[in-house]
């Protein structure tokens, strides 16, 4: 069984211990990651910070090594997504998608043209100017969905910028950027890019170390405020991207037989386990039972299996903690008088498997409907004014993502515009435009991530002024 290694200064280590990672299809053991001690936290830190300086002198440099990297990964592709595959749970050909994503994002950020000073005034006295510096070392803490991709969204702007890093996956799927970080071992100089594993406490360590100064997270809202209170004495900058309870409104004119298959996958993608997927449906009284037939009988057609079966749609959920609380609140659902339409339980046999579940009869004041379930669970609510439904969308302490569905175009553009998301769609739901922001509103982020603006937060603003001296 292979054992995966810290990247430290240059050098792979390993760690205190080794914490045994399992495939959520099978429960059985995909391999160890190490899990670091908190001298190794310190160390990957120090080797950071000793890096900054050269690193931040040499953007050519920073930019050959982001092609490289690029390179590297579309060479590895298949063995980096097989490992994605097993401890994350979800099909090959997605997790082939999402390690070319991050190779495509290194080429971006290897091309990428930061805009230049900002000039204020510049005559015969004075100049004057806006300039951009690195911040130094920034801690990427990512999560267990989609692993690579999450990580490289950060890494890339990061290291484009001028910043080196520390970085730290979920202790639920750690494998994958463990290999990423011994692929990546000699593409940048030793201690611009560090790998270290473990569970919360490396998270929290990293957030109070003085010699952090910007934590980018993308994970749940408890989390994230853990977090911001760690990072408040030292006054670190933050850029958090937390959960969501997207809604999408379907409205009485929506085509039906033309929308069900987008609407199934903007929910279940990834068995649901999407900040910004569709987590609560409201649906136009008229259309209800129609939509609710046909995403029923996608649901019923559904492959459920392992993740490198070709066959295969929806893998499992990827931790068990996660598969309880989906049956928690579906139980929770039932006994407020939910109607299962599909699905609802577990199948029988090994692996976090759920069948994807459509629930009615529920709203607001269950936790099907309030909180982030996260899973392959939708409830579908029915509405009879959409002034209601955007209310009942807007009602909610999450504003990550929501969507609207309609053929007038102009009216779905309307109503998106008065939801409370960061994140918005019209007949469409999941697609994130190449160059935009991603960010959310209330308890769902802070900052922004991608895009100028999210390459922005990986650097400070500095005022110049000059004084020419009197010929």
Known sequence: MTHYALLIDGQLHPGKQDDEVLDPATEQVVGYAARASQAQVDAAVNAAHNAFTGWAANPQARRTALALAASVLRENSQSLAELISREQGRPLRFTLGEVAGAAATFDYYAHFEAPGAEILRDDEQRRASIERRPLGVVAAITPWNVPIILLVLKLAPALHAGNTVVAKPSEHTPLSTLLLGQLLKDVFPAGVLNIVAGDGEVGEQLSSHPLVRHITFTGSVATGKRLYAGAASDLKRLTLELGGNDAALVLEDADIPAIAETLFWGAFWNSGQVCFAIKRLYVHESLFQPLIDALV???????????????????????????????????????????????????????????????????????????????????????????????????????????????????????????????????????????????????????????????????????????????
């Not at 599909?342 to 409907?369: C, H, K, N, R, W």
């Open 297 to 471: 009988a996608r649901a019923e057609k559904t492959r459920l299996g392992h993740g490198l079966d070709a066959q295969t749609e929806l893998g499992p959920l990827t931790n068990r903690q996660q598969l309880e609380r989906v049956k928690a609140l579906v139980a929770d659902a039932r006994k407020h008088g939910a109607v299962i339409h599909s699905g609802g339980d577990q199948p029988e046999g090994p692996g976090y498997f759920f069948a994807p579940t459509i629930v009615s009869g529920i709203g607001a004041g269950v936790a099907l409907v309030d909180e982030e379930q996260f899973g392959p669970v939708l409830p579908v609510i029915p509405f009879s004014d959409v002034e209601d439904a955007i209310r009942q969308a807007n009602a909610s302490p999450y504003g990550l993502g929501a969507s609207v569905w309609t053929r007038d175009i102009a009216r779905g553009e309307a109503i998106a515009r008065r939801l409370d998301a960061g994140l918005a769609w019209v007949n469409q739901h999941l697609e994130v435009q190449p160059g935009a922001p991603k960010g959310g509103y209330k308890w769902s982020g802070l900052g922004y991530e991608g895009g100028l603006r999210g390459y922005e937060a990986f650097s400070d603003l500095q005022v110049l002024n000059v004084a020419r001296p009197v010929v």
